[in-house]
């Protein structure tokens, strides 16, 4: 059965504070992104086995509003890994031990997710801000392994 990787960049976040990066916050239309792309996984009736996020606050506000769209008992997985500051190279051992089911949901940051898939599909993949793109590997999760199945991208008014 082949593994998918669905990866998605937090939505449109506020600019740093005193607080610092870690701790920006979804702004009104980074929300209101995530939301649609919520509604489009239910739609779809896409549903992750298991969902990764990264530890600072924008994604684990995105991470909630998918995860309170599609119900159920997803549990959401924070994965320093996902964190900016991390390297591909940590990012790709830590997915492909994670990767024990047929579906994944990672939520991260740009630039590391679209370096990310680069190397595992050979191609460039654009992330604007609740943007999503769904890789699927035949076998196990490989840099140049996986292939580009599909992208939602936001609307923009």
Do not use: C, K, N
């Amino acid at each position: 059965m082949p593994l998918r990787l669905d990866l998605v960049r937090h939505g449109d976040a506020v600019p740093a504070g005193s607080s610092g990066d870690a701790s920006r916050t979804l702004s009104a239309t980074g929300r209101r992104d995530v939301t649609r792309l919520a509604e489009e996984y239910v739609r779809r009736r896409w549903r992750p086995a298991r969902v990764f996020v990264s530890p600072l606050l924008r994604a684990q506000e995105t991470a909630r509003i998918l995860l309170d769209q599609l119900g159920g008992e997803i549990e959401l997985e924070t994965l320093e890994e996902l964190d900016p500051s991390y390297g591909g190279s940590q990012l790709i051992a830590r997915l492909r031990a994670g990767a024990t089911v047929d579906y994944v949901l990672a939520i991260g940051h740009q630039p590391l997710l679209g370096q990310l898939a680069e190397v595992l599909t050979g191609e460039e993949v654009p992330f604007p801000p609740a943007g999503m793109a769904w890789l699927e590997f035949g076998g196990a999760l490989e840099p140049e392994a996986g292939r580009l199945v599909q992208q939602v991208l936001p609307e923009r008014s």
